[in-house]
Every structure is written in structure tokens, then in C-alpha cells.
């Protein structure tokens, strides 16, 4: 088991006195079998009523409301976990799909569908390509194995670029640039395995990087794929690797658009600006 810290530290400064909309809050890791929270602190500057729920994913969902008028909003969240996914590898396959291709059986068929939809014609066209410069069908496989390669060759064959722009890139262009940040490798990825018929979803949280404990850092992201008797196993295609006790999970969505860790909005003449940290560490 290890203890972490994560602080998580958002400012909006807004060049007059704005009315400040609703806003969604996602920051609250997932607790489950191998991550309990030990305390979590949330701070707000104006003052904000909360109400919170779990979404149909099961995130824990923040809903912040306002009734001061203000010209900078500071969000800080601070959290101590317990990390118990200290083996990652530790897991169990069913017989079915233990090699790739298979198919979803039963229930798990019906729930998974929104999970599995396929990319648009020409983007399905380029990465089946793509995929047969490491992969070809006639090559029989292990499930876990296929999925790594495809991680892999996402860490070998492209650049990391931190992007500060909102939004996340196409598959089509992180293949054309040759660049993307970690939600636009862990997008890339699942398009990929959705192309290959499996369910994967998008994770945003964070990543404890041991050289980078003491410097301001930034949110993470990733990918998830369903393999049956397993569960949802994280891939790390900006890293190479498979998810560990290193990520720490806060909220998962069939699309990456939807789990900003803020959200919100403003009325008022103003100019915003954005900063934000992140520092995480072990305790």
C-alpha cells in the first residue's frame, strides 16, 4: 500500500466583477477495492453551496453554486489515498478472451455498446493501417498482449506535446501531426481498440511522476478496456505502460469531452485567464 498527496489548485481571474454560473467539479478520485480516500479537502473563493452525486458512471460529481459577484474564483482541492494497485499485472482473463478476436458474451455484449462504437469510415480506413504496421490478423495473439503493442508503439513512434488549448485531438490528426498530449494518445488508443471491436473509455486523473513530485504539474489521462474476468484495465499510451499504482483515477466517460475537471460558466463584460497546478507526492 502507498499514500499519496494531490493538490489540485485552479484560479479564474476575470478583468471586472462577474455573476458565476453553475459549476461541475469533478476532483474526487474513485474510490473502489484499490483506492480509499483517507481525507479529502475542497476550498472555494467566493463562497459556494455544494451539492454533490454520482453520474451515470459512478464519478463523483460536485455541483457548485454562487451568489457573490467576483473578479477571481479559486478552486483548491487536497486528497491523501491509499493506493493499493501495487500489481497490476495480478489478474484474470476469461478463457473466451484470453486471445484476440473474440466477443463479448450475454449481458456484457448489451452493456458495453457505447463503448464499442465505431469510428467514422475514413478514421476506422487510416487506423486499420496503422495497426498493420505492428499487427497483422493473421498473427495469433493474446488479448493483453495486442492492447500493449498498441500502447507501445503510441509511446515509441509519437511525441508528447503539453497542449494548453482545451478540446482533444482527432485520431487522424495525432497520427498526422505526429504529436498529442495524454488525452490525445489515450483518445488515439481507444479509437484504435474500438476498431478492433472492444470496449475502452477515457480516464482523467492523475499521475504521480517521482521527478516531477517537487514541480507544478497538470492533470492526467488515459484509457480503460474492458477485458471479461478482469474488469476495466487502464492503458498508458503516453508512458508506454499499463495502469499502476503510479495513476490515480478521479473520472471515466465514453468520450474525453465530457470530464473536464471543471466546468462552468459567467455572465458579465470580463476577460478570463486560467492557471492551474497540480502537485502530487507520497506521504
Not at 51 to 65: K, P, Y
Not at 175 to 190: E, H, I, P, V
Not at 194 to 221: D, Q, W
Request: some cysteine; glycine content about 6%; hydrophobic content about 40%.
Amino acid at each position: 500500500m502507498q499514500y499519496y498527496k494531490i493538490i489540485h489548485r485552479t484560479y479564474y481571474n476575470y478583468s471586472a466583477n462577474v455573476t458565476l454560473g453553475a459549476h461541475n467539479l469533478l476532483l474526487r478520485p474513485r474510490e473502489d477495492y484499490e483506492l480509499r480516500i483517507e481525507s479529502f479537502n475542497l476550498k472555494i473563493t467566493p463562497e459556494a453551496t455544494l451539492l454533490w452525486h454520482r453520474d451515470v458512471e459512478g464519478n463523483s460529481v460536485a455541483i457548485a453554486n454562487f451568489t457573490l459577484p467576483t473578479s477571481q474564483l479559486v478552486i483548491e482541492s487536497e486528497v491523501i489515498i491509499q493506493q493499493h494497485n501495487e500489481s497490476p499485472l495480478d489478474f484474470l482473463v476469461s478463457d473466451y478472451a484470453l486471445s484476440y478476436p473474440f466477443n463479448y458474451q450475454g449481458e456484457d455484449n448489451i452493456l458495453l455498446s457505447a463503448y464499442r462504437i465505431l469510428p467514422d469510415q475514413e478514421t476506422l480506413n487510416v487506423i486499420n493501417k496503422w495497426i498493420a504496421n505492428f499487427w497483422k490478423p493473421s498473427e495469433k495473439i493474446q488479448t493483453y498482449m495486442l492492447l500493449q503493442r498498441i500502447s507501445e508503439h503510441i509511446f515509441q513512434t509519437l511525441s508528447y506535446k503539453a497542449r494548453e488549448e482545451p478540446g482533444v485531438q482527432s485520431a487522424l490528426q495525432t497520427l498526422s501531426y505526429g504529436t498529442g498530449s495524454c488525452r490525445d494518445f489515450a483518445f488515439l488508443f481507444m479509437q484504435a481498440v474500438r476498431s478492433l471491436g472492444l470496449a475502452s473509455r477515457f480516464v482523467s486523473g492523475y499521475l504521480y511522476a517521482p521527478l516531477m513530485a517537487a514541480e507544478i504539474g497538470s492533470t492526467h489521462a488515459w484509457a480503460e478496456v474492458y477485458l471479461p474476468g478482469a474488469g476495466w484495465k487502464g492503458f498508458d499510451p503516453t508512458i508506454g505502460k499499463i495502469v499502476g499504482s503510479d495513476h490515480i483515477a478521479v473520472a471515466v466517460a465514453r468520450l474525453p469531452e465530457v470530464v473536464p475537471p471543471i466546468s462552468g460558466s459567467f455572465v458579465g463584460v470580463a476577460v478570463s485567464t486560467l492557471n492551474v497546478g497540480v502537485w502530487v507526492s507520497q506521504c
